[in-house]
Nanobody, 123 residues
Framework: QVQLVESGGGLVQTGGSLSLSCAAS????????MGWFRQAPGKEREFVAA????????TYVDSVEGRFTISRDNAKNTVYLQMNSLKPEDTAVYYC????????????????WGQGTQVTVSS
């Protein structure tokens, strides 16, 4: 069992930056692929980024490639999402995710979710 708690959301202007953190409980954190999904009002929850168990591999949805960076610190049981050059279309609730296969972007295959943190980018 893994419990996830996100922090770091907020309001930022277009072009600004935000950093999200996700603290995980459980001694098996380092075994899990970790990721971030987001859900805008009226839309399905979509994949944003993932990082494999060691941190050696990362993958991103095309729309954030080059602007967002996912990283993890297994000693601290924490995964991060650094978001730069934010756009209004990045506005959504961002969810930390665990317990899915690296490379699988289907939200229905995620076993563990955080409670979500709101990110709002004003134009």
């Amino acid at each position: 069992q893994v419990q996830l708690v996100e922090s770091g959301g907020g309001l930022v202007q277009t072009g600004g930056s935000l950093s999200l953190s996700c603290a995980a409980s459980g001694r098996t954190f380092s075994r899990y692929t970790m990721g971030w999904f987001r859900q805008a009002p009226g839309k399905e929850r979509e994949f944003v980024a993932a990082i494999n168990w060691s941190g050696g591999s990362t993958t991103y949805v095309d729309s954030v490639e080059g602007r967002f960076t996912i990283s993890r610190d297994n000693a601290k049981n924490t995964v991060y999402l650094q978001m730069n050059s934010l756009k209004p279309e990045d506005t959504a609730v961002y969810y930390c995710a665990a317990g899915f296969l690296y490379g699988n972007t289907n939200n229905r295959d995620v076993n563990y979710w955080g409670q979500g943190t709101q990110v709002t980018v004003s134009s």
